[in-house]
Protein backbone atom coordinates (compact mmCIF):
# COMPACT_ATOMS: atom_id res chain seq x y z
CA UNK A 1 0.00 0.00 0.00
CA UNK A 2 1.56 3.40 -1.23
CA UNK A 3 1.43 5.87 1.54
CA UNK A 4 2.81 9.51 1.98
CA UNK A 5 2.45 10.83 5.20
CA UNK A 6 2.80 14.51 6.70
CA UNK A 7 4.59 15.55 10.06
CA UNK A 8 5.79 18.67 11.38
CA UNK A 9 2.68 21.50 10.73
CA UNK A 10 1.86 23.62 13.56
CA UNK A 11 1.48 26.57 15.65
CA UNK A 12 3.63 29.31 15.08
CA UNK A 13 4.45 33.05 14.86
CA UNK A 14 5.49 35.50 11.72
CA UNK A 15 9.15 35.02 11.58
CA UNK A 16 9.26 32.01 12.57
CA UNK A 17 10.52 28.53 11.05
CA UNK A 18 9.43 25.14 10.58
CA UNK A 19 10.47 22.09 8.48
CA UNK A 20 7.32 19.92 7.51
CA UNK A 21 8.70 16.22 6.30
CA UNK A 22 6.85 13.29 4.16
CA UNK A 23 7.65 10.13 4.74
CA UNK A 24 6.63 8.01 1.67
CA UNK A 25 6.30 4.00 1.38
CA UNK A 26 4.41 1.48 -0.13
CA UNK A 27 7.14 1.55 -3.57
CA UNK A 28 10.18 3.02 -4.44
CA UNK A 29 10.34 6.37 -5.36
CA UNK A 30 13.29 7.03 -6.81
CA UNK A 31 12.01 8.04 -10.05
CA UNK A 32 9.15 10.00 -8.51
CA UNK A 33 9.38 14.12 -8.33
CA UNK A 34 7.75 15.08 -4.91
CA UNK A 35 6.03 17.97 -4.71
CA UNK A 36 4.50 19.93 -1.64
CA UNK A 37 0.91 21.91 -2.24
CA UNK A 38 -0.97 23.54 0.09
CA UNK A 39 -5.06 24.74 0.27
CA UNK A 40 -7.02 26.94 2.49
CA UNK A 41 -10.77 26.14 2.93
CA UNK A 42 -12.25 27.49 -0.03
CA UNK A 43 -9.41 27.86 -2.17
CA UNK A 44 -8.05 25.78 -4.69
CA UNK A 45 -4.86 23.49 -4.04
CA UNK A 46 -1.91 25.88 -4.76
CA UNK A 47 1.57 24.49 -5.67
CA UNK A 48 4.65 25.43 -2.97
CA UNK A 49 7.54 23.48 -4.31
CA UNK A 50 8.69 20.64 -6.29
CA UNK A 51 11.86 18.81 -6.37
CA UNK A 52 12.23 16.69 -9.90
CA UNK A 53 14.13 13.08 -9.99
CA UNK A 54 17.30 12.73 -11.52
CA UNK A 55 18.94 16.49 -11.56
CA UNK A 56 17.41 17.03 -8.33
CA UNK A 57 16.59 20.58 -9.82
CA UNK A 58 13.66 22.16 -7.82
CA UNK A 59 11.15 24.54 -8.10
CA UNK A 60 9.03 27.09 -5.98
CA UNK A 61 6.14 29.05 -6.22
CA UNK A 62 6.45 33.18 -6.11
CA UNK A 63 5.38 33.53 -3.06
CA UNK A 64 7.96 31.20 -1.26
CA UNK A 65 10.98 31.42 -3.34
CA UNK A 66 13.68 32.42 -1.37
CA UNK A 67 12.03 31.62 1.89
CA UNK A 68 10.98 28.36 1.77
CA UNK A 69 13.70 25.31 0.64
CA UNK A 70 12.90 21.03 -0.68
CA UNK A 71 15.01 18.83 -0.37
CA UNK A 72 14.68 14.89 -0.62
CA UNK A 73 16.46 11.82 0.94
CA UNK A 74 16.36 9.12 -1.56
CA UNK A 75 17.40 6.46 0.71
CA UNK A 76 15.22 7.23 3.53
CA UNK A 77 12.13 8.01 1.04
CA UNK A 78 11.56 11.39 2.46
CA UNK A 79 11.44 14.84 1.39
CA UNK A 80 11.26 18.21 4.05
CA UNK A 81 9.99 21.40 3.25
CA UNK A 82 12.08 23.74 4.72
CA UNK A 83 9.70 26.75 6.17
CA UNK A 84 11.73 30.22 7.03
CA UNK A 85 10.21 33.54 7.73
CA UNK A 86 6.77 32.16 7.32
CA UNK A 87 4.29 34.47 7.34
CA UNK A 88 0.32 34.78 8.18
CA UNK A 89 -0.62 34.02 4.59
CA UNK A 90 1.68 30.60 4.46
CA UNK A 91 -1.34 29.45 6.71
CA UNK A 92 -2.44 26.20 4.89
CA UNK A 93 -3.12 22.58 4.98
CA UNK A 94 -0.12 21.55 3.41
CA UNK A 95 0.33 18.52 1.22
CA UNK A 96 3.07 16.53 0.18
CA UNK A 97 2.66 14.62 -3.27
CA UNK A 98 4.34 12.03 -5.74
CA UNK A 99 4.13 11.65 -9.70
CA UNK A 100 6.29 10.09 -12.20
CA UNK A 101 9.63 12.43 -12.84
CA UNK A 102 8.73 15.98 -13.34
CA UNK A 103 7.55 18.65 -11.25
CA UNK A 104 4.54 20.15 -12.16
CA UNK A 105 2.56 23.34 -10.77
CA UNK A 106 -0.96 21.59 -11.39
CA UNK A 107 -2.25 19.45 -8.70
CA UNK A 108 -2.30 16.54 -10.84
CA UNK A 109 0.12 14.10 -8.99
CA UNK A 110 -0.81 10.37 -8.63
CA UNK A 111 -0.30 9.91 -4.58
CA UNK A 112 -1.39 12.20 -1.76
CA UNK A 113 -0.77 12.57 1.42
CA UNK A 114 -3.95 13.62 3.91
CA UNK A 115 -1.98 16.54 4.63
CA UNK A 116 -0.64 18.57 7.92
CA UNK A 117 -1.67 22.24 9.13
CA UNK A 118 0.60 24.67 9.49
CA UNK A 119 -0.89 28.12 11.14
CA UNK A 120 0.89 31.14 11.14
CA UNK A 121 -0.09 34.06 13.65
CA UNK A 122 0.81 37.52 13.34
Known amino acids: QVKLVESGGGLVQAGDSLRLSCAASGRSFNTYAMGWFRQDPGKEREFVAGVNWGDGSAEYSDSVRGRFTISRDYANNMVYLQMDGVKPDDTAVYYC???????????????WGQGTQVTVSS
Open 97 to 111: AARKFVVITRPEYEY
